[in-house]
């Protein structure tokens, strides 16, 4: 950070952090922001049971007690990269700006899509997802983040 400015990937980071907390999964808060080649965001998702559906914060669902990353077919939860993609209008050549790196089915979703770059800070433990990625040419840029932005400031 130079003058106390952030980088870029660090503002959307946040920015995916930030969309994280409207999260209705008690399991995980994952956030998605996918941004084009202009840096401009075009569409965010965060996890979440279906437009409609009881949210599992009020009543949880068979899979909101289940180890990350396992049992996910228990889970109503709808995936952040999903949510964005279903938002999404734009055809240009995106970055996906993520909390955590894509579960397996996500990726399948992001590898049939624009995006060619995905950044987070820490890897979902699920295997095959790499491959995916690697093989769909997207590139995974995990930049740890030691701080969080203050929301409060």
Request: aromatic share 8%; glycine share 4%.
């Amino acid at each position: 950070m130079e003058n106390n400015r952030i980088t870029i990937d660090n503002y959307f980071l946040n920015m995916a952090r930030l969309v994280s907390l409207r999260s209705t999964c008690k399991r995980r808060q994952v956030g998605c922001i996918l941004v084009d080649s202009n840096n401009y965001v075009v569409a965010t998702g965060y996890n979440g049971v279906p437009k409609g559906f009881t949210h599992c914060l009020d009543n949880p669902c068979a899979g909101a007690t289940a180890k990350s990353g396992t049992q996910l077919d228990d889970c109503w939860a709808v995936h952040a990269e999903m949510n964005a993609m279903i938002q999404l209008q734009s055809t240009d050549i995106l970055t996906a700006y993520l909390t955590v790196t894509p579960c397996f089915n996500c990726a399948k979703v992001l590898a049939n899509s624009n995006i060619n770059r995905i950044v987070a800070p820490v890897w979902y433990p699920q295997d095959n997802v790499l491959e995916i990625l690697e093989t769909a040419h997207i590139l995974v840029d995990i930049q740890e983040i030691n701080e969080w932005a203050s929301l409060n400031a």
